[in-house]
């Protein structure tokens, strides 16, 4: 038997408020809690509580034959557990079912496997930390902030435990390969890694409801026969996209709900796959090559590289002036600015900056509140020189603490 892997992202950042240049300094409140709260609200109302319930049903339908993944960043758990508690007990209940592997990320959604391997670790263990306390899992597969992977990346993900790791079928890396196997990193191959089938994915995530689209409309059953057409020797095919997909990105009206309602039947009746996780993938199968990724890839955009987040001046100046912080951090132990400081590392901030408006630009207009990168890139650093001047006045209280501690020391003696 043949495996079907699904696994969703769920993430949702902190927007930024409209932070001005004379707020530096004085005012530290720096998120939109109307914009926040009103997006992860409607968002649980459209897509998360619906999909939740519908995946449920099909559990209890199709018992142990049905199974998802899922991939919930810690910004998403802190807002839902902030704005919209109905929403995570309704995903502590699907995951409650015992069908649903829960995947591992870095807590903020951030881009430090870039960067700072030593903040990578940090946030990778915050999250499993985090999801074990809330889902009563300990995750033994790795998906990282958008699906970003390289062979040194994997290499690191290997030596902090961690069995699989999902990331991108992108053509530049495999060449006449195909995503349809389980590889393995190129440097430690105690790391399996699981491909998603870009193909597949997209007709569903960014498709579905294209009505200009020569396949439009998407059925149950056609989706089921393109799984059958894959070559029988292929073993698993792995099926990404974004939890927002169902209900938001593609609105109820589309039909998104009843088409994944009616595929698990449709793919037990056509072809031969049976639904699997990839830690069960992982366990199952044996790579049947490394896979050799020199250079960072991940699922967005034609590129399938992080052109996305990084590469013109504006991300590149926020993203160094962020980690310019990094040191100075270690030394740091108040609460709030920790907290800013990880959610000011959150992808979608270097997202917003993005000047490619040309092959992938409604893609990178979807959720974005400001009218232009440039606008983007001013607030975030408007936000991120006031948490500099934070971390300094922290720094010089705490020394001076120190000292005066010490002089009180000296005087008694």
């Given at each position: 038997m043949?495996?079907?892997?699904?696994?969703?992202?769920?993430h949702?950042?902190?927007r930024?408020?409209?932070?001005?240049?004379?707020?530096?300094?004085?005012n530290?409140?720096?998120?939109?809690?109307?914009?926040?709260?009103?997006?992860i609200?409607?968002?649980?109302?459209?897509?998360?509580?619906?999909?939740?319930n519908?995946?449920?049903?099909?559990?209890k339908?199709?018992?142990?034959?049905?199974?998802?993944?899922?991939?919930?960043?810690?910004?998403?758990?802190?807002?839902m557990?902030?704005?919209a508690?109905a929403?995570?007990r309704s995903?502590?209940?699907?995951v409650?079912t015992?069908?649903?592997?829960?995947?591992?990320?870095t807590?903020s959604h951030?881009?430090?496997?870039?960067?700072n391997e030593?903040?990578?670790k940090?946030?990778?263990?915050?999250?499993?930390?985090?999801?074990?306390?809330?889902?009563?899992?300990?995750?033994?597969?790795?998906?990282?902030?958008?699906?970003i992977?390289?062979?040194?990346?994997?290499?690191?993900v290997a030596?902090?435990?961690?069995?699989?790791?999902?990331?991108?079928?992108?053509?530049?890396?495999?060449?006449?390969?195909?995503?349809?196997?389980?590889?393995?990193?190129?440097?430690?191959?105690?790391?399996?890694?699981?491909?998603?089938?870009?193909?597949?994915s997209?007709?569903?995530?960014?498709?579905?409801?294209?009505?200009k689209?020569?396949e439009?409309p998407?059925t149950?059953?056609?989706?089921?026969q393109?799984?059958?057409?894959?070559?029988?020797?292929?073993?698993?095919?792995?099926?990404?996209a974004?939890?927002e997909?169902?209900?938001?990105?593609?609105?109820?009206?589309?039909?998104?709900?009843?088409f994944?309602?009616?595929?698990?039947?449709?793919?037990?009746?056509?072809?031969?796959?049976v639904?699997?996780?990839?830690?069960?993938?992982?366990?199952?199968?044996?790579p049947i090559?490394?896979?050799?990724?020199?250079?960072?890839?991940?699922?967005?955009?034609e590129?399938?590289?992080?052109?996305?987040?990084?590469?013109?001046?504006?991300?590149?100046?926020?993203?160094?002036?962020?980690?310019?912080?990094?040191?100075?951090?270690?030394n740091?132990?108040?609460?709030?600015?920790?907290?800013?400081w990880?959610?000011m590392q959150?992808?979608?901030?270097f997202?917003?900056m993005?000047?490619?408006?040309?092959?992938d630009g409604?893609?990178?207009?979807?959720?974005?509140?400001?009218?232009s990168?440039?606008?983007?890139?001013?607030?975030?650093?408007?936000?991120?020189s006031d948490l500099m001047?934070?971390?300094?006045?922290?720094l010089?209280?705490?020394?001076?603490?120190?000292?005066?501690?010490?002089?009180?020391?000296?005087?008694t003696?």
């Open positions: 043949r495996s079907v892997c699904f696994f969703f992202q769920v949702q950042p902190y930024l408020r409209t932070y001005r240049f004379f707020d530096i300094g004085d530290h409140h720096y998120y939109d809690e109307y914009l926040n709260r009103s997006i609200n409607r968002i649980a109302e459209r897509s998360y509580i619906p999909m939740n519908l995946l449920i049903g099909l559990i339908e199709y018992g142990k034959k049905f199974k998802v993944s899922l991939s919930i960043s810690g910004t998403a758990i802190d807002q557990q902030q704005y508690p929403a995570l995903f502590q209940e699907l409650a015992g069908n649903v592997e829960l995947l591992a990320e807590y951030t881009l430090s496997s870039l960067k030593e903040e990578f940090l946030q990778v263990n915050k999250h499993c930390n985090k999801i074990d306390e809330l889902f009563g899992q300990k995750p033994t597969a790795f998906s990282n902030t958008e699906m992977y390289d062979d040194a990346i994997g290499e690191t030596d902090m435990g961690f069995k699989v790791m999902i990331t991108e079928g992108a053509k530049h890396i495999l060449g006449w390969k195909s995503p349809n196997f389980l590889y393995c990193n190129a440097i430690n191959p105690r790391l399996k890694v699981l491909l998603r089938n870009f193909r597949l997209d007709d569903i995530a960014f498709r579905f409801s294209e009505k689209w020569s439009w998407i149950a059953d056609k989706y089921a393109w799984l059958k057409k894959v070559g029988d020797n292929h073993e698993t095919i792995n099926i990404f974004n939890y997909t169902f209900g938001e990105l593609h609105g109820a009206s589309t039909g998104i709900f009843d994944m309602k009616a595929l698990p039947s449709a793919i037990f009746k056509n072809t031969n796959f639904f699997t996780t990839p830690s069960e993938i992982a366990n199952k199968l044996q090559s490394a896979i050799h990724v020199p250079q960072p890839i991940s699922w967005a955009d590129e399938r590289d992080t052109t996305a987040w990084l590469g013109n001046d504006l991300q590149d100046e926020a993203f160094d002036s962020l980690y310019s912080l990094s040191e100075k951090i270690k740091v132990e108040d609460p709030s600015i920790l907290r800013d990880q959610y959150t992808s979608d901030h997202y917003y993005c000047t490619k408006w040309f092959t409604e893609v990178h207009k979807y959720f974005n509140p400001y009218p990168p440039y606008e983007a890139f001013m607030n975030y650093m408007n936000v991120l001047i934070r971390v300094d006045r922290y010089l209280n705490k020394e001076s603490l120190i000292q005066r501690s010490d002089t009180i020391l000296i005087g003696e």
